[in-house]
T-cell receptor, first 115, second 109 residues
Framework: GAVVSQHPSRVICKSGTSVKIECRSL??????MFWYRQFPKKSLMLMAT?????????EQGVEKDKFLINHASLTLSTLTVTSAHPEDSSFYIC???????????FGPGTRLTVT | GEDVEQSLFLSVREGDSSVINCTYT??????LYWYKQEPGAGLQLLTY?????DMKQDQRLTVLLNKKDKHLSLRIADTQTGDSAIYFC?????????FGAGTTVTVRA
């Protein structure tokens, strides 16, 4: 158990458009979901933490108006990159925790390329 | 915030042991993790150790923790070509994970 999926796995979009990435917990209810960004050959940087039904908590330096996070249900969180620019190109990874546990289960990641 | 550091590259001959080292700064870190990432994929949890433990062994994997020095290591015995990947060390404080930059392990025949 504890499988997390992401969709799409890869997306290419034009500069100025918005793109939505979904993160789903397939076999458990995720009380908390995390969004990370990974630069090439770099570590994962936590962008935000979201709890179902409440506003996301963004890390310092992450623009909340640019990276919109919605956690509408216990199995789905979405990250929307608004007005994307080439510098937003990155690998975005989500993770989820079950109720009562701090263990994070990671999704397979989404490769975003903005042209 | 917490700083987690690890060496960036390791090359090892197939069949030998690999040792990846990691240091962290937050002494209140409760759990320390090792994740594996293969090209284009997400993170796979390999093993973890609670901060009050010194050592944990799980098949070919051995984790050593020196809490005084805030030093963590992962030893992979009998390294195989399928072990080639990036290995991330992570420290947990409260509910947040802080990751190192990852060690790229290359296994040569």
């Amino acid at each position: 158990g504890a499988v997390v999926s992401q969709h799409p796995s890869r997306v290419i979009c034009k500069s100025g458009t918005s793109v939505k990435i979904e993160c789903r917990s397939l076999d458990f209810q995720a009380t908390t979901m995390f969004w990370y960004r990974q630069f090439p050959k770099k570590s994962l940087m936590l962008m935000a933490t979201s709890n179902e039904g409440s506003k996301a908590t963004y890390e310092q330096g992450v623009e909340k108006d640019k990276f919109l996070i919605n956690h509408a249900s216990l199995t789905l969180s979405t990250l929307t990159v608004t007005s994307a620019h080439p510098e937003d190109s990155s690998f975005y990874i989500c993770s989820a925790t079950r109720d009562g546990s701090y263990e994070q289960y990671f999704g397979p990641g989404t490769r975003l390329t903005v042209t | 915030g917490e700083d987690v550091e690890q060496s960036l590259f390791l090359s090892v001959r197939e069949g030998d042991s690999s040792v990846i080292n990691c240091t962290y700064t937050d002494s209140s870190s409760t759990y320390l993790y090792w994740y594996k990432q293969e090209p284009g994929a997400g993170l796979q949890l390999l093993t973890y150790i609670f901060s009050n433990m010194d050592m944990k062994q799980d098949q070919r994997l051995t984790v050593l923790l020196n809490k005084k020095d805030k030093h963590l290591s992962l030893r992979i015995a009998d390294t195989q070509t399928g072990d080639s990947a990036i290995y991330f060390c992570a420290a947990r404080s409260d509910y947040k994970l802080s990751f190192g930059a990852g060690t790229t392990v290359t296994v040569r025949a």
